[in-house]
C-alpha cells in the first residue's frame, strides 16, 4: 500500500456531504470507504420520530451510533438500550438488530459503519434528496430494500419497532 499523504486528507463542511433521502429520513455521508481508504463510513441521520427500520442483519460491517439529539430505543438480539443525546451504541455484525425514535422530536445520530462500504446501501435503497429538508412520508419498498441489501450483504430478518414512549412537545 502506498504511503498516504497530505493530499489524502478529507474535509466535510457542516451542513455538507451526500444527502440522500432513504425512507421518510435523510442520510448525509460525511465519509465514505472511498474516502477512508475502506476503513469506515459516516452518516449523519435526521430520523422522524415514530421510524424504525425493520429488524435486520449486516454479515459485513458493524454499526455503531452515537445519538446528538432525540431519544431511542435499541434492540440487538435480545437486549434493548435506551439512547438519549451522549449515547453511544455498538452493534456487532451477524447480530439482527433495529430502532425506534420514541416521542415527538426527530433523532439526530452519526452512523459509523465498519469497515466501510455498508453506507452505500442508503444510496442504493434511497435517492438523492431533493432539499434540505425530509422526504415527503411514503410506504417503504420493501422490495428494493431487499434488492439493496442483498448487494450489501445485510437481510430483513423481522419487522420494525413500534415506538414504547410518546411525549408532547
Known amino acids: 500500500m502506498a504511503a498516504q499523504t497530505a493530499a489524502d486528507a478529507h474535509f466535510v463542511a457542516a451542513g455538507d456531504g451526500e444527502a440522500t433521502w432513504f425512507l421518510t429520513n435523510r442520510m448525509t455521508m460525511k465519509a465514505t470507504a472511498e474516502m477512508t481508504n475502506g476503513a469506515f463510513g459516516l452518516l449523519e441521520s435526521l430520523i422522524v420520530p415514530g421510524f424504525s427500520p425493520p429488524l435486520h442483519v449486516h454479515q459485513r460491517e458493524d454499526e455503531s451510533f452515537y445519538v446528538l439529539e432525540g431519544e431511542l430505543t435499541m434492540r440487538c438480539g435480545d437486549r434493548t438500550f435506551e439512547a438519549r443525546p451522549g449515547a453511544f451504541v455498538f452493534l456487532p455484525r451477524g447480530v439482527p438488530h433495529t430502532f425506534v425514535v420514541e416521542g ?37 419498498d420493501i422490495a428494493a430494500l431487499k434488492r439493496a441489501g442483498a448487494m450489501f450483504g445485510s437481510e430483513i430478518v423481522g419487522p420494525p419497532m413500534a415506538p414504547t414512549r410518546r411525549t408532547t412537545v
Open 104 to 140: 415527538d422530536r426527530p433523532a439526530r445520530m452519526l452512523t459509523l459503519i465498519t469497515p466501510g462500504g455498508g453506507e452505500a446501501f442508503f444510496r442504493e435503497a434511497g435517492r438523492p434528496a431533493e432539499s434540505d429538508g425530509l422526504p415527503p412520508a411514503a410506504p417503504p
